[in-house]
Structure formats: C-alpha cells, structure tokens
C-alpha cells in the first residue's frame, strides 16, 4: 500500500421500527409480537395473525402473511390508509384479509407466555373487543438511528441524513450515509 492509501471502516445503525408503547406489547416482544413479516411470518404457518398500520408496509406485511397464516386481520386507525392505491387494492383482493377499522390497539393478550389476540377500541363507538390471533405485527413505520450524529451531520426533521444529491456522502468530510438513515 502507498501512503496516500488510508484505512477506512465503518458502522451501521439502521432504523427502529416504531412499537405500539404498550407494556404488553414488550412483554410479548419474540413470543408472537414481531416487526418484521419476512424475518417472522413461518412461525405463524396455519395461523391467525394481526397487522398494525395504514401504509404500504403493512399492506406488504399483510400480504406476506398470507401466504403462511389462515387468516390475517389487518388494524388501522382510520378509515383511509396512506398506503399506494395498487398496494391497496392488492390487500383488499387477498380473501384471507380482513380489514378492521378505525380501531387502536389497547392490549396484546398473552397466554402462558405468547400472543394469544388483541383487544382493540372502535375509535368510532368506543366499544372493545378482543380479537384472536396468535402473532401481532406491527407496521407502523420505522425511525432511523441517528441520535449518534444529529449534532455534526445535517439531518431532516425526523432524523434521516442527508446526503449531497447523487451521493452518499454527508456535510462532513470523509463521512457516507446509506441505507435506512436516509
């Protein structure tokens, strides 16, 4: 190697998907609640599952799971979903998907150590009621990890890094960004 040739290393943070901020939800984390369908979804084959969210994500999420579990119910707050119209339509044909709406999650039920169901409030009469199903999945999007470098790298208001047009790198010299800091 010459002179000019310098060690280069790196690190990498990703982003943490959003939770519910439910004690139960932690208590049951790896025990049938999971953030992830593609790394989760054979443990769940011929069962009922959850999904949690509104977006593109939870539609792709959804329609994974079909392809193991019996039946997927799939939660959102709202009537109306920021998800694309064709990922949309995609899940509304999906015959083993219901859609359950405008509900919050109040509680993952949990038996003898694993996700037996949810219990959801309707946002629009305030009744609730329990949901069966032996995995949650939540797809409520993600935030990225980057706490580490707001103070010296230019960042969005939600965190992301930005990085010169058409390139990976950031602000400072000699530092790149990819991937789900972005």
């Known amino acids: 190697p010459t002179a000019r040739c310098q060690k280069r290393s790196g690190s990498a943070t990703g982003a943490s998907a959003r939770q519910l901020g439910l004690e139960s939800e932690r208590t049951l984390q790896g025990r049938g609640v999971s953030y992830c369908a593609v790394c989760d979804a054979a443990f769940f084959r011929d069962k009922e599952v959850v999904v949690v969210g509104g977006g593109d994500s939870a539609m792709e999420e959804a329609i994974f799971l079909t392809k193991f579990a019996t039946k997927v119910s799939l ?5 109306e979903f920021r998800a694309s119209p ?21 509680e993952v039920n949990g038996e003898g150590g694993a996700t037996s169901g949810v219990r959801v409030r309707d946002l ?20 990225p990890n980057t706490k580490l470098f707001l103070d010296q790298l230019d960042h969005d208001g939600a965190g992301y890094l930005i990085t010169k047009p058409g390139s990976t790198a950031t602000n400072r010299e000699g530092v790149f960004a990819v991937g789900d800091v972005v």
Do not use: C, W, Y
């Open 75 to 79: 939660l959102h707050r709202r009537d």
């Open 124 to 143: 629009e009469t305030g009744e609730t009621r329990e949901i069966m199903a032996q995995g949650l999945f939540v797809a409520i999007g993600h935030d």
């Open 86 to 106: 064709i990922m949309l339509d995609r899940a509304r044909a999906n015959e083993k998907i219901e859609f359950v709406t405008p509900v919050v999650v109040e």
